[in-house]
């Protein structure tokens, strides 16, 4: 089981950027997918989450801003992230397990590198 995340970089407040979570050595639909960040000096935070039968999960905190999609035929999970303001500067990961609840509690066994997505002007 790989991940490979991509397509962080530095975007000005107010931009969108998208996300790839490519993966490898299993398939999207027995595995859930989260997406997490950290930035300097916090804690990791749980951002969406896609299960297998293709349902999602958003934290509160990116609710109507992140959206988390997949195309299975890429093997690969996206964030779409729109609006993006400076406090989203952090490096962005993604991870999996075969469970939901994992994977949602932050406690996903598989994770990928970290991309890095900074905000500024």
């Known amino acids: 089981v790989q991940l490979q995340a991509s397509g962080g970089g530095l975007v000005q407040p107010g931009r969108s950027l998208r996300l790839s979570c490519a993966a490898s050595?299993?398939?999207?639909?027995?595995?859930?997918i989260g997406w997490f960040r950290q930035a300097p000096g916090k804690e990791r935070e749980g951002l969406s989450a896609i299960s297998g039968s293709g349902s999602t999960f958003d934290a509160d905190s990116v609710k109507g801003r992140f959206t988390i999609s997949r195309d299975n035929a890429k093997n690969t999970v996206y964030l779409q992230m729109n609006n993006l303001k400076p406090e989203d500067t952090a490096v962005y990961y993604c991870a999996t397990d075969t469970s939901l609840r994992a994977v949602i509690s932050g406690k996903p066994h598989y994770w990928g590198q970290g991309t890095l997505v900074t905000v500024s002007s």
């Open positions: 050595g299993f398939t999207l639909d027995k595995y859930a």
